[in-house]
């Protein structure tokens, strides 16, 4: 077991110290908000169940009989809550002989620090691995698929063929999200959201959303993307994407991907009778992941 002691932090019980750095740096604002639907739960795992619909409606000849359909459940998605939690322990004696309060007064800013870290990095990494088939979900494929199995074959939330972030390749996952289909094949009302990025994508994002016209070209047309607001919400930069290539597309859809915190982040602190020494802890139970993939729409880049 990790204890920090007077020899931890040997410089701490002695003046003359000028600074002590590499604990004061800021925190980017929280993104994982832009990634997911974010909801609260009170139990153990929350489960969510698709249905398939109705197809269409067939010709009824004069005189016949009513064709009758039939749906039944598809797929279900399970979101299992985890608890992530770190914590320390020191010694009374340090907590004592602490003359620059190194360890004590920064003690709960450290710990919700790296919660907020883990937040982010298991959030983003639904993204991260958007496109590794390791990582599959309810219908049995990733994330992002060019085949994702229905009553009316393969559909895609994937470019057909991987491109890099462009107008033209942006322009061509916009037209793929508005032509999304059901379970049974009939067209849904899917429209883009938001464009989330890494930061090496950040500021050619904003070219291509924020241009009059037409991004990197002599054309003297309009940038449609920007004239026609099919992304309302505009650019999210997330820091914690790994991929500098991989961008992705939040929709409408409306059970898409989503987050559930089953228990907020919470700081604890105790102390242990016998040897005195001081117990500081902080945990956070949640889960993150995806109900229906038509909820992103993504490209892993070239």
Avoid at 75 to 80: E, L
Avoid at 282 to 287: K, T
Wanted: charged letters at 20%; aromatic letters at 10%; glycine letters at 8%.
């Amino acid at each position: 077991m990790a204890i920090i002691t007077t020899g931890s932090f040997a410089k701490a019980i002695y003046p003359g110290v000028n600074a002590w750095w590499g604990k004061a740096y800021e925190e980017h604002r929280k993104e994982y908000p832009d990634l997911f639907e974010m909801s609260s739960s009170s139990r153990n795992y929350e489960e969510d169940v698709g249905v398939s619909g109705f197809g269409l409606a067939p010709v009824k000849a004069e005189a016949g009989s009513i064709s009758y359909d039939t749906e039944q459940q598809t797929y279900v998605t399970r979101y299992t809550h985890s608890v992530f939690g770190i914590g320390f322990i020191i010694t009374q004696e340090m907590m004592e002989d602490d003359l620059y309060d190194v360890i004590g007064g920064r003690r709960a800013r450290e710990l919700a620090f790296s919660i907020n870290q883990t937040m982010e990095t298991v959030a983003a990494n639904i993204y991260n691995r958007a496109f590794n088939s390791t990582y599959t979900y309810g219908d049995g494929k990733e994330l992002c698929a060019t085949d994702h199995p229905t009553d009316a074959g393969s559909q895609a939330n994937e470019l057909a063929v991987a491109a890099d972030l462009s107008e033209a390749s942006l322009e061509q996952a916009c037209i793929d999200i508005m032509n999304t289909k059901n379970y049974k094949g009939l067209r849904i009302s899917i429209m883009p959201k938001s464009l989330i990025v890494p930061p090496a994508l950040a500021f050619e994002a904003t070219r291509i959303l924020k241009s009059t016209l037409q991004n990197d070209t002599a054309n003297n047309a309009i940038n449609a993307v920007r004239t026609m607001g099919v992304i309302p919400d505009g650019v999210k930069v997330n820091h914690y994407l790994t991929d500098a290539d991989a961008w992705f597309i939040r929709t409408n859809c409306p059970d898409g991907m989503k987050m559930f915190t089953r228990r907020a982040p919470a700081f604890e602190v105790d102390n242990d009778f016998d040897t005195s020494n001081a117990k500081f802890k902080a945990s956070v139970r949640f889960s993150v992941g995806n109900t229906d993939y038509r909820g992103v729409f993504g490209s892993p880049g070239a």
